[in-house]
């Protein structure tokens, strides 16, 4: 009896009856450390040991509620905020298609914590050990008796008192249990270095496992073909043209689209001269012409061409476009200037097509004219 | 107690056996070496398998070129074959929960064979989602996570939940499985002789001891799980009809599809399951647990669920009719007399006429015609998932995109093989653990439960 120690006392039973009427005589006794084993569960048993019902469906409530709001916010946040999308016309928080998402996410969360729960709180795992494991007790109750055991702990256990009422409640046997010390441990094995280290390792595998395959492992070859693909890119070096240059030069004297050539190159008299607008001053022209001017002109010439720049003299200021000089200018002079330039001011004829340039023109004859009007100009 | 009483039920386990020949009777599987038979059985799903095996190897190589499916039926026998084992799997979960939510003891006895083939049927479906993607090692892409890319999965798509829906069948489907199967483990790990077999029971059964302070929280947790399984059963083939209802296409946009959708899986899941208990209680004289009256509750589900199905099919017609709308109206009576009149015949007779003759008592209590019409039904019901697809996408709005859908070789060769692979699972499951619940087979049997003398 040195290394062994009484666990409790085991009755075993025939019937479903006489383990019913053995439990509900063992809990009118006033024994609290007591179980009832049977190899399938018993109609009646919970109300015969007094057992409180099983508050297992709260848990499921609680993580049910947990994984629906949690499923919600995510959705919400991914769609709404962290990268919104309009996807058929819906808006950012389509709470209807969002319903089937949440639904599954609230039975997944739910079913694994209830039985997670359960395998860790009310069935005491990792400690897989227990002293009834591997006895002749447990190896009849798991097959087609029906067996109880009062614990040698219980504050009323007493075994001549325990044998004989066990006998009179009709017991086929009636016998000790014993275990092993260094075999059986009973403390809580959730919190040892070891399982813990078991969870940490878990993790880091599934999770690092995770993060390589999606992360490293699907953008390495052979699975980066949609990213490196057989063929020139523009501005790329091609070793197969003799120039060395991916891209090909367009055959010589190729015109481009829509390609104008400006016959007033360095002859602005004669652009004065020869070049008439061709719009007149509708207000959809002269709409355009503002927009055009207030874009590229104003920033040296000023919203009202004073020559008022607002770039503060870090380029220098042009004149004003009111002067006596460039009223007098035709509209041709003015083109002129637009297209090639003129001191320090560049060309803007890529930045405004022939028609923007007339527009502009027009837009400049409009400003001029609200600060020189005469008195028949007023209505 | 001698005189018979026509006021209690027909027994659930016939002939009154013992607890321990009920233990000895479900273990003797795991404990004898498998018969010439078993190999015979498991060389031909093997074959099959490996047939589709060799149908993947040439669409992973080749591409999806290889397949039938062409310019407008974009979805062909992959999606057929989804739907069809989705709906195989959906009887197991109605078995195993809906029937426990009910009360409906005889369910005892097949559940968790049921159970299981769920899980291999919906083990077989996920794989054709996965091949159709083209690029099944881009399958990652399905999740939301947080990638290089910065984006995330499109949740207002029915492609994306039924990654949830599936996903989330599988994990709850196979918890409650294993939850079941925990105090069997128990049981067989105190009867295992072997070391290894021990060491393996012992490691499952995660330390049960048939404690009634524990079978208190198991009997509400497995209660709580069959409150959680029953509307995501209904919730997952509700969801893969969104697949097709959602979209705008003639034939699929309909809001009958989920009802319509759900009653054909039980249909065809129930017929499947019927057709394999017919053998496992043959080959494993279990014809006193897994009874005839079993087998015609169950024929009494087929021919409920198939006259569902039926009412389905004449109320899409009378939709198409009464909605006015011509392409709709067009596409029915395209099912019905076009190009696939074949397939649409097929089905009608498969699920709707022949399940008609359960009707008759003898012929739901006859077990060689009953297989056959269960047959027949799951032929009818991979026919109604290949009309729906590809009938509406051959013909759709645009007359000059029609095209007519020819399956080729390989497609054929995968569809074989997702049966080989199902039946594989299904083989290696009856050899390696119970294929009927103990403990819920013991709790039924006659005098298994105290009869409260006096009450």
């Known amino acids: 009896m040195t290394d062994k120690n009484l666990y409790c006392y085991a009755g075993i039973f025939d019937t479903p009856d006489q383990i019913i009427n ?41 993580v049910g509620f947990l994984g629906a709001a949690s499923a919600l916010f995510f959705m919400w946040w991914t769609n709404s905020v962290d990268y919104p999308l309009i996807i058929g016309g819906k808006p950012f928080f389509a709470l209807p298609a969002y319903i089937p998402i949440t639904f599954e996410i609230t039975v997944l969360s739910a079913s694994i914590m209830t039985v997670v729960t359960m395998l860790f709180v009310i069935f005491k795992f990792p400690n897989n050990s227990h002293p009834l494991h591997d006895t002749d007790y447990l190896k009849q109750v798991s097959v087609n008796k029906y067996g109880i055991v009062i614990l040698a702990d219980d504050p009323k256990f ?14 086929s046997q009636v016998f000790p249990i014993f275990y092993h010390e260094e075999v059986i441990n009973f403390k809580p094995r959730i919190f040892e270095p070891k399982f813990i280290w078991f969870l940490i390792i878990l993790f880091v595998l599934v999770s690092g496992s995770t993060y390589i395959t999606l992360n490293k492992l699907m953008f390495l070859p052979p699975y980066n073909w949609m990213m490196k693909q057989n063929k020139v890119i523009v501005q790329e070096k091609s070793e197969f043209f003799k120039n060395g240059k991916g891209m090909r030069m367009p055959v010589e004297g190729t015109v481009a689209r829509g390609f104008l050539p400006y016959e007033f190159v360095n002859k602005p008299e004669l652009a004065a001269k020869d070049l008439l607008n061709p719009l007149l001053p509708t207000k959809y022209n002269l709409e355009l012409g503002k927009t055009k001017y207030n874009i590229y002109c104003s920033p040296c010439h000023g919203y009202h061409a004073e020559g008022d720049s607002r770039l ?18 035709s509209d041709g002079r003015i083109f002129h200037v637009i297209t090639e330039g003129q001191n320090v001011m560049p060309s803007y004829s890529s930045q405004l097509s022939r028609e923007e340039r007339w527009a502009v023109i027009l837009y400049v004859r409009a400003l001029q004219r609200s600060l020189n009007a005469k008195e028949s100009d007023l209505p | ?74 979805w ?56 159709h993607i083209g690029r099944p090692w881009l399958a990652g892409y399905l999740i939301p996570y947080p990638n290089q890319h910065s984006l995330w999965v499109d949740f207002n798509s029915p492609l994306v939940w039924d990654v949830f829906a599936v996903s989330t069948y599988f994990a709850v489907s196979f918890i409650f499985w294993y939850v079941g199967l925990i105090p069997d483990l128990a049981t067989l790990r105190d009867r295992a002789t072997s070391k290894i077999k021990k060491t393996v029971y012992s490691l499952f059964s995660l330390g049960w001891r048939h404690s009634n302070r524990h079978w208190q929280h198991y009997e509400m947790v497995y209660l709580v799980l069959a409150g959680f399984a029953t509307p995501l059963v209904l919730s997952v083939h509700t969801i893969v009809s969104f697949d097709f209802a959602v979209a705008i296409l003639p034939g699929w ?39 005839i009256n079993t087998l015609d509750r169950m024929n009494k589900i087929i021919i409920l669920t198939g006259s569902m199905v039926g009412y389905a099919y004449a109320m899409e017609f009378f939709t198409a009719w009464y909605s006015g709308v011509q392409p709709e109206q067009f596409t029915f009576i395209n099912r019905a007399f076009g190009p696939y009149a074949w397939a649409y015949w097929i089905m009608v007779s498969c699920n709707v006429l022949f399940p008609q003759l359960f009707w008759f008592k003898k012929i739901r209590r006859s077990i060689p015609i009953m297989f056959i019409i269960a047959v027949l039904v799951n032929v009818g019901m991979w026919f109604e998932r290949f009309v729906i697809t590809v009938t509406s996408l051959s013909r759709d709005y645009l007359p000059s995109s029609w095209a007519y859908f020819k399956p080729t070789f390989v497609d054929m060769a995968i569809l074989i093989g997702s049966f080989g692979f199902f039946f594989t699972w299904v083989l290696l499951f009856t050899k390696s653990l119970p294929v009927v619940s103990i403990a819920e087979i013991k709790s039924v049997i006659h005098g298994a439960q105290p009869t409260h003398e006096g009450h």
């Open chain 1, 158 to 171: 007493d075994e001549s008192n325990i044998k004989q009422v066990f006998a009179s409640l009709g017991a």
């Open chain 2, 253 to 291: 946009h309909s809001t009958i599809f989920p009802p319509y959708f759900v009653a054909g899986a039980v249909f065809s899941g129930f017929a499947m399951v019927q057709n394999v208990l017919i053998f496992i209680r043959k080959i494993f004289n279990y014809e006193h647990i897994i009874t």
């Open chain 2, 1 to 74: 107690m001698n005189t018979v009483d026509y006021t209690q039920e027909v027994p659930i386990v016939e002939g009154r056996p013992t607890l321990q020949e009920i233990n000895e009777l479900i273990a003797k599987p795991l404990d004898t070496k498998p018969d010439k038979k078993f190999y015979i059985a498991l060389a031909v799903t093997l074959s099959m398998l490996t047939l589709g095996v060799i149908g993947l190897g040439l669409s992973f190589y080749y591409g999806t070129g290889m397949w039938g499916n062409n310019n407008p039926v974009g």
């Open chain 2, 76 to 131: 062909g026998f992959p999606i057929v074959n989804f739907v069809f084992w989705v709906g195989i799997g959906h009887a197991g979960t109605l078995i195993s929960a809906i029937l426990f939510l009910f009360r409906q003891k005889w369910r005892n006895g097949i559940a968790r064979f049921a159970e299981g083939m769920t899980i291999f049927a919906v083990m077989t479906a996920g794989i054709f989602p996965l091949i």
């Open chain 1, 22 to 62: 053995a439990a509900k005589k063992v809990q009118s006794d006033g024994y609290t450390k007591y179980d009832v084993n049977t190899p399938y569960p018993i109609h009646g048993m919970d109300s015969a040991m007094d057992l409180k019902p099983s508050l297992l469906p709260y848990v499921a409530l609680v």
């Open chain 1, 312 to 329: 503060r003299g870090q380029f220098p200021n042009p004149p004003s476009l009111h002067s006596e000089k460039v009223r007098s200018w």
